[in-house]
């Protein structure tokens, strides 16, 4: 079963505004990692945040963790039309070898 | 991009013909993953190996094997295919159980007829 849930599913903004994904999961995690998919590629990993981390920053990406509610959230500041992807959170569970969880994924489009 | 390479990019084969995925590493990394995507589905993990000859099934193995005989590759291998084998897959690689982040391949799209 799926351990990251996107939200919203799809998202359509101007260029220039700020995008928020949201991301909840079910079980306790050893990190939580952000991935874009751009249409046809393989995923590419963005930020990764550990379960004792509160807030993380990137550049123009910055990713919050709330382990008590099990949610995270991804925010891109000053979008471009580059950053049209799908953007994945994904689970690492702790103590596992089972690899990463993902979730189904945020469909960002950036309007030119 | 990291040295992962899948082959073949692109197959279109019959129901009930085996068919077997490559993927070739080039960073000596430890793990290695088998990750199938689909529409509606995310991506769900198939297999996964920690090591040479060390293998493990992830949450949708049924129908497929693998083996890793070299740290460099890992074959997903689908005994006989059906169509709801139908997919893009993708391999992963990580030096790390999950806790660092992984490197994906560009996917093999398999169409199963």
């Known amino acids: 079963s799926q351990q990251g849930e996107e939200d919203p599913q799809a998202l359509s903004i101007q260029e220039g505004e700020n995008a928020t994904m949201n991301c909840s999961y079910k079980?306790?995690?050893?990190?939580l990692q952000w991935y874009r998919q751009n249409s046809g590629r393989g995923l590419v990993h963005l930020i990764l945040?550990?379960?004792?981390?509160r807030e993380k920053h990137s550049g123009r990406l910055r990713v919050t963790l709330d382990t008590s509610k099990k949610s995270s959230s991804l925010l891109i500041t000053a979008s471009r039309a580059a950053d049209t992807a799908s953007y994945f959170c994904a689970t690492a569970a702790g103590g596992g070898a089972d690899g990463l969880t993902f979730g189904k994924g945020t469909h960002l489009i950036i309007q030119p | 991009d990291a040295g992962i390479t899948q082959s073949p990019r692109h197959k279109v084969t019959e129901t009930g013909t085996p068919v077997t995925l490559r993927c070739h590493q080039t960073?000596?990394?430890?793990?290695m993953y088998w990750y199938r995507q689909d529409p509606g589905h995310g991506l769900r993990l198939i297999h996964y190996?920690?090591?040479?000859?060390?293998?493990d099934k992830g949450e949708v193995s049924d129908g497929y094997s693998v083996s890793r005989s070299k740290t460099e590759d890992f074959l997903l291998t689908l005994e006989s295919a059906t169509s709801s084998q139908t997919s893009v897959y993708f391999c992963a690689i990580s030096d790390d159980r999950g806790g660092t982040e992984a490197f994906f391949g560009q996917g093999t799209r398999l169409t199963v007829v």
């Open positions: 079980t306790s995690i050893n990190n």
């Open positions: 960073e000596n990394h430890r793990y």
């Open positions: 945040i550990r379960s004792n981390e």
């Open positions: 190996s920690y090591g040479v000859k060390d293998t």
